[in-house]
T-cell receptor, first 117, second 115 residues
């Protein structure tokens, strides 16, 4: 049972254009969401996150949007660069009773982004 | 800091053999996680520890898998006996309890091939 789904296995984008990666979740208890980027032969690295109390978080070229009613989040990369070519994982977690969410993360299957020069 | 260290980076073994994967978390981190990456299921959490104590092992596939954390700087994931369907990349990650984040630092992974 995939609680976090990335339905697009791959995405190809021209350099300079916008990349939009999508993620859907089913567990309404998820309240913290993260995006990780992974290069071949390396572990995933944290990219950007968003709490469920927000609907947008921006960090440089990267913006994450959260639509709680649709249980959907997306990562926008503008402008896309060839160095952004990697696998992108969406992840989600639930807060514990103390309001922190430092425990279990549930990941999606990943989307391979290719940015062409 | 060297980051999360995993060894070996690659492991090729034959079905039925015992396999031991090793992880050294980032110094000072009190959470350690073992994940498995496959094409079909992406990244799956196998087990995680807090202060060396296993908290949630519900992701461990079956009794052939076991994990230990004898101290704050070392953890092992053992598969005995190994099967071809165990072939995957196994990642170890660590994190520090702080604020409301779940940001984890991943090691480079161990690519396991069981023939």
């Amino acid at each position: 049972d995939q609680q976090v789904k990335q339905n697009s296995p791959s995405l190809s984008v021209q350099e300079g254009r916008i990349s939009i990666l999508n993620c859907d979740y089913t567990n309404s208890m998820f309240d913290y969401f993260l995006w990780y980027k992974k290069y071949p032969a390396e572990g995933p690295t944290f990219l950007i996150s968003i709490s469920s109390i927000k609907d947008k978080n921006e960090d440089g070229r990267f913006t994450v949007f959260l639509n709680k009613s649709a249980k959907h989040l997306s990562l926008h990369i503008v402008p896309s660069q060839p160095g952004d070519s990697a696998v992108y994982f969406c992840a989600a977690s639930e807060s514990n009773a103390g309001g922190t969410s430092y425990g279990k993360l549930t990941f999606g299957q990943g989307t391979i982004l290719t940015v062409h020069p | 800091d060297a980051g999360v260290i995993q060894s070996p980076r690659h492991e090729v073994t034959e079905m039925g053999q015992e396999v031991t994967l090793r992880c050294k978390p980032i110094s000072g981190h009190d959470y350690l996680f073992w994940y498995r990456q496959t094409m079909m299921r992406g990244l799956e959490l196998l087990i995680y520890f807090n202060n060396n104590v296993p908290i949630d092992d519900s992701g461990m596939p079956e009794d052939r898998f076991s994990a230990k954390m004898p101290n704050a700087s070392f953890s092992t994931l053992k598969i005995q006996p190994s099967e071809p369907r165990d072939s995957a990349v196994y990642f170890c990650a660590s994190s520090l309890r702080q604020g409301g984040t779940s940001m984890k630092f991943f090691g480079p992974g161990t690519r396991l091939t069981v023939l």
